[in-house]
């Protein structure tokens, strides 16, 4: 009973995370339009101003991606722990205890 516990507390865990990720992303397009907008605003009084309108769309697309890309992936990692996920982490709880062990003995003798 405490394996299912510990792994709806991470699934729980994870979805809060999710959510969070999201309404940063959302956040973060909101922002990187309203300064976009202010420099070309900007732009048409002073034309150096036109020059940052890249730097800020390359940082934006740069974070943005960062963003869809963790929700993505958490997303699969917790329908991956709905449904494989006991199986896999006893597994791989394994391969790390016998892993260690053998480094051990490697480098202990």
């Not at 309404?23 to 976009?36: A, E, M, T």
């Not at 900007?42 to 934006?60: M, Q, T, V």
Request: proline fraction near 1%.
């Amino acid at each position: 009973m405490e394996k299912i516990s510990l792994y709806k507390e991470q699934l729980s865990r994870m979805r809060s995370m999710n959510r969070y990720y999201h309404d940063q992303f959302l956040l973060d397009v909101r922002i990187l339009f309203i300064f976009n907008t202010i420099f070309i605003f900007l732009s048409f009084n002073n034309k150096n101003a036109l020059y940052l309108i890249p730097l800020i769309s390359l940082f934006g697309s740069v974070l943005l991606s960062f963003h869809a890309y963790f929700l993505i992936f958490s997303r699969h990692y917790s329908e991956f722990i709905e449904k494989k996920g006991a199986l896999w982490f006893t597994l791989a709880g394994i391969f790390i205890v016998i892993l260690a062990a053998v480094l051990y003995i490697i480098f202990v003798k």
